[in-house]
T-cell receptor
Framework: DTEVTQTPKHLVMGMTNKKSLKCEQH?????MYWYKQKAKKPPELMFVYSYEKLSINESVPSRFSPECPNSSLLNLHLHALQPEDSALYLC??????????????FGEGSRLTVL | RKEVEQDPGPFNVPEGATVAFNCTYS??????FFWYRQDCRKEPKLLMSVYSSGNEDGRFTAQLNRASQYISLLIRDSKLSDSATYLC????????????FGSGTRLLVRP
């Protein structure tokens, strides 16, 4: 079982809805990530938080809004999404900074469908 | 040119075969290299790190060639359970410590 927990596992939402994806880890990792993965494609980095501060935003549209309330939690707030945003959203964590060994621990993902 | 490139496959091999995947990277500032494995509809998981001297873990051998900017993964005596997508991952050791995923190589091992 993964040590990174994501909820919900599945989400269907309309283009006018507001929803959130949640991610939690208790491994003491201080770097947390959101990736988006479409079918038969590799994960694409969206955001990185390092020590609870946003360190990387890969030019993600503002309809995706990340939040890191504390060192164990990472949220992704969704608003006014488009059907092409349907994908698997993966949360991951790792050691931060010079402690980063390259091993990301991924959650099982939240599969999002936008109607 | 993509930062990390892989042959997408699929590689379709019989059980017991030896199969090799290559991955090339374009940024010479790349410092750390890894192979991840992703099963269908599952999350990626670290398979092994790749060191300059090459490293082996059971049936799996990883090699790094910095001069030519490629890494490789060799799987010996393939098992059915090796069927998965293998993702090459590179870390740029600048201030971002950003992990960059290759597009993945799909392996199908048939009985």
């Amino acid at each position: 079982d993964t040590e990174v927990t994501q909820t919900p596992k599945h989400l269907v939402m309309g283009m006018t809805n507001k929803k959130s994806l949640k991610c939690e880890q208790h491994m003491g990792h201080r770097a947390m990530y959101w990736y988006k993965q479409k079918a038969k494609k590799p994960p694409e980095l969206m955001f990185v938080y390092s020590y609870e501060k946003l360190s990387i935003n890969e030019s993600v549209p503002s309809r995706f809004s990340p939040e890191c309330p504390n060192s164990s939690l990472l949220n992704l707030h969704l608003h006014a999404l488009q059907p092409e945003d349907s994908a698997l959203y993966l949360c991951a964590s790792s050691q931060a900074g010079t402690g980063n060994t390259g091993e990301l621990f991924f959650g099982e993902g939240s599969r999002l469908t936008v109607l | 040119r993509k930062e990390v490139e892989q042959d997408p496959g699929p590689f379709n091999v019989p059980e017991g075969a030896t199969v090799a995947f290559n991955c090339t990277y374009s940024n010479s500032a790349s410092q750390s290299f890894f192979w991840y494995r992703q099963d269908c509809r599952k999350e990626p998981k670290l398979l092994m790190s790749v060191y300059s001297s090459g490293n082996e873990d059971g049936r799996f051998t990883a090699q790094l060639n910095r001069a030519s900017q490629y890494i490789s993964l060799l799987i010996r005596d393939s098992k059915l359970s090796d069927s998965a997508t293998y993702l090459c991952v590179v870390i740029l050791m600048d201030s971002s410590y950003k992990l960059i995923f290759g597009s993945g190589t799909r392996l199908l091992v048939r009985p």
